[in-house]
Nanobody
Framework: DVQLVESGGGLVQAGRSLRISCTASGFTLDDYNIGWFRQAPGQGREGVSCIATEDGAKFYADSVKGRFTISSDNFKNTFYLQMNSLKPEDTAVYYC???????????WGQGTQVTVSS
């Protein structure tokens, strides 16, 4: 049984902050690389941030660098995306994703809506 459950999305004013989370069940998050993607209406799914769990390296899309922070808590089997200084262009459905180290298995969360108003 593998499941990713996202939470924390909502409607915020530009300049505000929001933290979304992804909780895993049925497996140990330590065994997977983790990341966040987003999809705006009419757009493709865009990579936002990820952690290469094997060495802890973190990566960010240029559009969010300096504003967003990805983190993980293995004790809670949860990872997060802290979003600061939000902009209207950050509006999207945000999806968490995990992938095993061998690149064979990939799982997605259900998505959580983040809407940033001007």
């Amino acid at each position: 049984d593998v499941q990713l459950v996202e939470s924390g999305g909502g409607l915020v004013q530009a300049g505000r902050s929001l933290r979304i989370s992804c909780t895993a069940s049925g497996f140990t998050l330590d065994d997977y690389n983790i990341g966040w993607f987003r999809q705006a209406p009419g757009q493709g799914r865009e990579g936002v941030s990820c952690i290469a769990t094997e060495d802890g390296a973190k990566f960010y899309a240029d559009s969010v660098k300096g504003r967003f922070t990805i983190s993980s808590d293995n004790f809670k089997n949860t990872f997060y995306l802290q979003m600061n200084s939000l902009k209207p262009e950050d509006t999207a459905v945000y999806y968490c994703k995990i992938r095993d180290f061998g690149g064979v298995y990939e799982y997605w969360g259900q998505g959580t809506q983040v809407t940033v108003s001007s």
